[in-house]
């Protein structure tokens, strides 16, 4: 079998000045260098209004923007093995989420990489504003680091993929085996949560309210047999892989405790705008998640459910095409 071809091309690592920030680029660094991909460091001038005495257009705020200019050229030319991939500078204006957001998009960017305290440190107590922001218009996953640790670790070998059987949701599947076989002897442990919903919400989707044990163990071994399929796929390609259908009330809860008691190194998760309903009721399972986990959490955008269905899935046979990166 021969090497995968990383799909990564283009890594982005939002800065604002902090050491908290900055604690993203050594984690971002081995990632593009391993994947042969492109750095990018981008950070955005703060509003006109926030500079007292600056008005557009002065001497003033273009040294401001000259002096995020250097800051950043600073920061790259730390970073970076030789021969490795150019490392690009940008310095945004407008609000700081939205310029991330279509930076990424217009240059392409395969992943961003951040820590979930920057942007005003411990204003926020979980998420930063423009962290929580971004991740709801990124179109690239997210990989968001803790900042509670003098410097990150680096490669990740016991990672948990999240899975909920929408349609598309393997892409979050894809997304992980993107940044974890960077690190060769990756062990996967792919997982869903089967709930029974509350009878409100149950009546709300035609569930039946009751949650009866047949109808609890039928769709746990439909989630069974589907990651299985998946997991035979990986394991065709030489991975290590195994599966979890866990039962249960609590999906962010119960798996923030198998990463935690299966000392994963990487949690990885899809999300995509929830409807008003489940938000209301239920709250977001990835938004739990990113908040709770103690490893750094992987967050991948899906497509809504009514697009991602108008494409075909990809299946265990199709993840069986390539060998593993050696």
């Known amino acids: 079998?021969?090497?995968?071809?990383?799909?990564?091309?283009?890594?982005?690592?939002?800065?604002?000045?902090?050491?908290?920030?900055?604690?993203a680029l050594p984690v971002a660094d081995a990632l593009a260098n391993a994947a042969g991909a492109g750095l990018h460091l981008a950070t955005v001038t703060p509003p006109v209004s926030a500079v007292p005495g600056s008005p557009a257009g002065t001497t003033a705020e273009h040294a401001l923007h000259e002096g995020m200019r250097a800051y950043l050229e600073e920061q790259a030319a730390s970073l970076g093995a030789p021969g490795s991939p150019a490392t690009t500078c940008a310095v945004l204006d407008g609000p700081a989420a939205r310029s991330l957001a279509a930076y990424a998009r217009a240059h392409e960017v395969d992943l961003v990489v951040m820590t979930t305290h920057g942007w005003g440190g411990p204003?926020?107590?979980?998420?930063?504003?423009?962290?929580?922001?971004?991740?709801?218009?990124?179109?690239?996953?997210?990989l968001l680091l803790r900042p509670d640790r003098?410097?990150?670790a680096v490669g990740y070998h016991r990672v948990l993929v999240a899975l909920d059987g929408s349609p598309g949701c393997e892409a979050v599947l894809e997304s992980a085996m993107a940044v974890a076989t960077l690190f060769p002897g990756g062990h996967y442990t792919l997982a869903q949560v089967v709930e029974p919903?509350?009878?409100?919400?149950?009546?709300?989707?035609?569930?039946?309210?009751?949650?009866?044990?047949?109808?609890?163990?039928?769709?746990?071994?439909?989630?069974?047999?589907?990651?299985e399929r998946l997991g035979r796929g990986l394991r065709g390609r030489g991975f290590a892989a195994d599966v979890r259908a866990l039962v249960g009330p609590g999906t962010a809860e119960q798996l923030l405790d198998l990463a935690r008691e299966g000392g994963s190194d990487l949690l990885v998760i899809g999300t995509r705008a929830p409807h008003e309903v489940e938000r209301?009721?239920?709250?977001?399972?990835?938004?739990?998640?990113?908040?709770?986990?103690?490893?750094?959490?992987?967050?991948?955008?899906?497509?809504?459910?009514?697009?991602?269905?108008?494409?075909?899935?990809?299946t265990a046979a199709a993840l069986s095409q390539s060998g593993p990166t050696p």
């Open 280 to 314: 209301l009721v239920l709250g977001s399972v990835a938004d739990k998640i990113v908040r709770g986990a103690a490893q750094p959490v992987l967050v991948v955008p899906l497509e809504p459910a009514t697009s991602a269905a108008t494409r075909p899935a990809p």
């Open 197 to 227: 919903p509350p009878p409100a919400m149950a009546r709300m989707v035609g569930t039946p309210a009751d949650a009866s044990p047949a109808w609890v163990e039928h769709h746990r071994a439909e989630v069974v047999d589907r990651l």
């Open 1 to 23: 079998m021969g090497p995968m071809t990383s799909p990564l091309r283009r890594v982005l690592v939002p800065l604002d000045g902090s050491p908290l920030a900055e604690q």
């Open 150 to 152: 003098t410097r990150p």
């Open 123 to 142: 204003k926020r107590l979980w998420l930063g504003s423009v962290a929580d922001e971004l991740l709801r218009r990124a179109r690239s996953p997210v």
